[in-house]
């Protein structure tokens, strides 16, 4: 069984680039939930997909979207990068609909803005 | 809404002693509650979770948590030390495990050797 991975690992990008992050779900996930951890804070909830449409937003502008993929695999995009947007993006891929279960997240892409 | 509160967001114990995370959770209990673990520089991992049935929950690397209705706590329990151990630990309600998560800022925990 394959766990959740993402990529890249890191990314330097400037203010005002835009960025795309990717995540594999685990085996047999249809879900897939993005996460933004800012240092020294807990995770803070972005948004989810399931079944390739959103099912559920935080409070992050419209800059912040994403795509999930038939394959369930998914991406987050950010326009229009702010230096508050470093941080570690973390994807989290779980079973969803009547089974839904636990959460399993992935190793996080470290985002520096400059 | 449910909620969680962590007791200490520093905790430091000696390596070989007991470890104690506390977590109490309001009186709108959850169906769910997860600790996960946060090693340095890395994601999350799922240590364990209460979901319905033992109310003593055993999960990786030694841990384990009781949930106590009577307490409204779901306390991480470790009864030796490992300075692997060195992580942020965070305990986070659920409706049903797959929506959306509320962290709090977590309980660091430091090993002294």
């Not at chain 1, 995770?43 to 502008?61: K, L, M, V």
């Not at chain 1, 990068?81 to 969803?96: K, Q, T, V």
Request: proline share 5%; glycine share 10%.
């Amino acid at each position: 069984e394959t766990g959740v991975t993402q990529s890249p690992t890191h990314l330097i990008k400037t203010r005002g680039q835009q960025v795309t992050l990717r995540c594999s779900s685990q085996s047999g996930h249809n879900t897939v939930s993005w996460y933004q951890q800012a240092l020294g804070q807990g995770p803070q909830f972005i948004f989810q997909y399931y079944r390739e449409e959103e099912n559920g937003r935080g409070n992050f502008p419209p800059r912040f979207s994403g795509l999930q993929f038939p394959n369930y695999s998914s991406e987050l995009n950010v326009n229009a990068l702010e230096l508050d947007d470093s941080a570690l993006y973390l994807c989290a891929s779980s079973l969803g609909g009547i089974y839904a279960d636990t959460q399993y997240f992935g190793p996080g892409t470290r985002l520096t803005v400059l | 809404a449910q909620s969680v509160t962590q007791l200490g967001s520093h905790v430091s114990v000696s390596e070989g002693a007991l470890v104690l995370l506390r977590c109490n959770y309001s009186s709108s209990v959850p169906p769910y509650l997860f600790w996960y673990v946060q090693y340095p520089n890395q994601g999350l991992q799922l240590l364990l979770k209460y979901t319905t049935g033992a109310t003593l929950v055993k999960g990786i690397n030694g841990f384990e948590a009781e949930f106590k209705k009577s307490e409204t706590s779901f306390h991480l329990t470790k009864p030796s030390a490992h300075m692997s151990d060195a992580a942020e630990y965070f305990c986070v309600p659920s409706n049903f495990g797959n929506e959306k998560l509320t962290f709090g800022t977590g309980t660091r925990l430091t090993i002294i050797p």
